[in-house]
């Protein structure tokens, strides 16, 4: 499996694997690779025709292996890009991978499945994945990516910031990279060239962008404030941000508070969060955090089965959080 990093590096190379799989909790960085893997792969000229973007929940594997058995006319590349690849069952992706061999030199496959659908690291499906494509994980930014990210684009606008504000901006953004370009567009547009961004600045421009924050969603849990909790709910599904994108960020939120209370590292790259998981660890005793954990976990199973419509579920569980019981 290949790093997001060194995908770029052998896409600025001009080395391009015949088949991707892009999968992750961070779409927009898989939007992002997808178009700069199609913009240097495919001339000027062929990005609108010979891009093919197909739905994979909505397309019969009989369609899907017709598209991939025409060839380009003389010698064109092209590019295919399928999404939710998992909607197949394994017999039908035998297939569409059977029908990629030999590959083609002047085409290109990137699979993908949406952040919901992020598979488990020992699942069939993921292991299979890895045996027929170069896949890549994208993963919510580091504190020190989103730094260096954040530092390198305010200083091609010719803008500098204060270290308390760039610190400040990191953990509002927290790891998210698309948020990070509509933050830093905005702070961009705020200042004039050759000043220097404040913490607040940052509060002042930002702070619309907090109650669409899917991660301070987690943190206004914990607070217990129900009445903020139910309008962030509301306005994040109303944006499209999916209900079981949302129950993984809570699931991961309060296990990662469950692990540093009991000294162990939180999950993901959330290290530098450490003392806010510390802070609110504090509010709750182990068995209550165990006791919220499993059960979001049933509601994660429930909204997967469609046994809940997700407004509905969601608002109990964070009723029933930040309540106490």
Known sequence: MASPKQLFSDINSGKFKPVYYFFGYEEYRVTE???????????????????????????????????????????????????DIQSYKPTEREKIFKILHPPDPNRIIIFSTPAQRTPKKNSA?????????????????????????ITAKLKREELNIEPDAIRLLSQLLAGNRGAMEGELNKLI???????TISVADIRNVSTGYEIYNIFNL????????????????????SEGISAIALVTLLQQ??????????RKNPVGNRAFLIPNFRSQGEKFTNQQL??????????????????????????MLALKITSGN
């Open 33 to 83: 690779a997808r178009k700069y893997l199609v913009s240097h792969f495919l001339p000027d000229l062929q990005h609108i025709g010979n891009h093919i973007r197909i739905d994979g929940k909505n397309t019969s594997t009989a369609n899907l292996l017709a598209e991939l058995a025409a060839l380009p006319m003389l010698g064109e590349r092209q590019v295919f890009s399928i999404t």
């Open 125 to 149: 499906f993921y292991k299979s994945m890895l045996k027929s494509a170069e896949s890549v994980e994208f993963q919510k930014l580091t504190m020190a990516e989103s730094t260096a990210q």
């Open 189 to 195: 547009n705020f200042k004039s060239k050759g000043e």
């Open 218 to 237: 987690a943190d206004r849990v914990v607070s217990g404030n129900s009445h903020l909790v139910l309008k962030m709910i509301r306005s994040l599904l």
């Open 253 to 262: 939120h309060f296990i990662s508070i469950y692990l540093v209370k009991n």
């Open 290 to 315: 165990e006791k919220y954990i499993i059960e979001i976990a049933k509601l994660d199973s429930d909204l997967r089965q469609n046994r809940m419509k997700p407004e509905q579920a969601m608002e």
